[in-house]
């Protein structure tokens, strides 16, 4: 289980819930940037670093379907330009076709300037509809996950700052995760952030010493970590015990890109 | 007579063209080379190419001696010297399908690959490597081959040591250099592979029999190997090279 490698032939998928309501405008973190912009700046490195890891040779290999979908003052996929409307997009074609470029700073050396490819932009408006969104996820990957059945399993990431304002979500996330293929169930990983500097909560395997109700719900919405992500995350330093699920809570920025990258880590992606 | 070899299989699902290895070897001149490029890396199969033809070419002999670092120093002179031949903008390459963003961000992360290069020559055998390509020296038919630079299949991890287009990682790459030096005598058989495969032999070291088949193994035979070990996920789905150099118990008598 969860050791089917990425291939062109057994792509991977990736779909990302993104919060945008009214209260991802908020300063994130004690920060200086709002929750929506830091947000999305990590969403935007993520793709990038996603589609650089599929250049073999001359291309860009399809070694992922990856979705966008928002939850706000609506809920729907939220690529744009040439993309808008599509649910899964080969990263091939996401590589095509972002909605401009900007700049960001080489990591490690932040007086370097790279290109930054930009699909998603910070919005803030609106409720938390994010059962809404579970919904929506489910009826996008059902489709995929029949029609990859030998592929490593799908990979929900829900990004939120708040509870949901359309229902509990647990009983539909549990559907949700109930998708599988032949390697396995979907992964679903929340990640909650924070408007405030508070220490983080980081891959609990157990609800004891959560916060409230709210943490407890998303913990428990929350898929464990594969055997590869608990190695990918002991690598990093980071405290994984034993039935680590993939939920941080009162996640900074910091926080937010290395849950990215531990919960978006398969088995093996075609050769390193 | 020194007699050499080389076969190789490209990745499961994927086309010879899309081999991402190389392999460059002359047994008048003794000279061989392998290497690996890393997959997620712009032009490495390219650097790969280069690197192994480079080297047979050049033939950089003060690379392989072992003593006070100074293969290492020459080694890396050598690496340096194939930096300038290294043009990712080359017309022998294929064009380019990507966006010129990621076409840009490759050529700044540079090109990668493995190395094992060496020669045999005056009943003697010298390899420098940096990585996880292997060199297996059958001396004996009874005894396990010598293995170099990695010893055991625990060493095999997913991120080896990798000869860069690039000069910024030359002081990693020094302290990453390593050396081999042996009798080469008549009936000596020396593999060399790229690391799935390396990996697999390293695991079945102790097993006469592995070593006397792939002594006398053809290309299909070879092809066939590698997707029996696939089929039975005993080797991960890599490009597979192996290269094989045997000097006959007696002279103008193949082993």
Redesign the interface.
């Known amino acids: 289980m969860y050791s089917q ?1 990425i ?3 057994h792509p991977g998928c990736i779909l990302f819930l993104v919060d945008q309501s009214a209260s991802m405008q908020d300063r994130f973190a004690g920060g200086l940037q709002s929750k929506a912009t830091a947000l999305s700046l990590a969403v935007n490195r993520l793709i ?1 670093n996603l ?3 599929c ?6 290999r399809d070694y992922y379907h990856l979705g966008l979908v928002g939850y706000g003052k609506s809920v729907g996929p939220v690529f744009g330009g040439d993309l808008a409307g599509q649910q899964l997009v080969p990263i091939s074609v996401i ?2 076709y ?1 909605l401009r ?1 900007a700049t960001d700073s080489l990591p490690g050396n932040p007086e370097v300037s ?2 930054l ?1 930009v699909w998603i932009d910070p919005v803030a408006d609106g409720g938390t509809p994010m059962t809404a969104a579970v919904n929506l996820a489910g009826s996008i990957i059902v489709e995929w996950a029949n029609s990859h059945l030998d592929s490593f399993p799908p990979i929900v990431v829900n990004i939120s700052d708040g509870e949901a304002t359309d229902g509990d979500p647990r009983s539909i996330a549990a559907q949700l995760r109930e998708i599988r293929t032949t390697d396995g169930t979907l992964l679903l990983f929340n990640v909650n952030l924070s408007d405030q500097a508070l220490t983080p909560i980081e891959y609990p395997n157990s609800p004891v010493g959560l916060p409230n109700p709210y943490a407890i719900g998303l913990f428990e919405m929350s898929s464990e970590l594969t055997p590869y992500m608990m190695a990918v995350a002991r690598g990093m330093d980071l405290p994984v015990e034993s039935g680590a699920r993939g939920f941080v809570f009162n996640a900074d920025a910091a926080k937010l890109s290395e849950f990215l990258d531990v919960g978006t880590r398969v088995s ?5 | 007579m020194l007699q050499m070899v080389a076969y190789w299989e490209p990745k499961e699902g994927t086309s010879t063209s899309e081999w991402e290895d190389g392999a460059a070897f002359s047994a008048q001149t003794g000279w061989f080379a392998i290497a690996d490029g890393a997959s997620t890396a712009n032009s490495s199969r390219e650097w790969a190419y280069l690197l192994t033809d480079s080297f047979v070419h050049d033939q950089p002999t003060a690379a392989l001696e072992v003593e006070d670092g100074a293969g290492r120093r020459a080694f890396l002179e050598w690496v340096r010297a194939a930096r300038t031949r290294f043009d990712p903008h080359s017309p022998e390459f294929p064009p380019s399908r990507m966006p010129s963003w990621v076409q840009s961000a490759g050529e700044r992360l540079g090109a990668h690959a493995t190395f094992l290069g060496g020669r045999i020559n005056d009943g003697e055998i010298k390899a420098v490597a940096v990585g996880d390509c292997c060199l297996f020296h059958a001396m004996t038919e009874q005894a396990r081959p010598r293995s170099f630079p990695l010893t055991d299949p625990g060493q095999f991890g997913t991120a080896p040591a990798l000869v860069s287009s690039l000069e910024a990682g030359d002081g990693r790459l020094a302290e990453s250099v390593r050396h081999y030096r042996a009798p080469m005598a008549r009936g000596n058989v020396v593999f060399a592979a790229s690391d799935a495969l390396a990996e697999w032999l390293s695991r079945g070291a102790d097993r006469p029999e592995l070593w006397h088949a792939l002594a006398r193994i053809g290309h299909e035979g070879f092809s066939e190997l590698c997707q029996d070990l696939r089929a039975n996920r005993e080797m991960k789905n890599d490009d597979v090279t192996l290269w094989r150099a045997s000097l006959a118990r007696s002279p103008g008598v193949a082993v």
């Open positions: 490698p291939d062109r032939h990038r589609v650089l890891q250049q073999r040779g001359e291309e860009v590589a095509d972002p470029m790279v290109d490819p093996q992606v075609a050769d390193r």
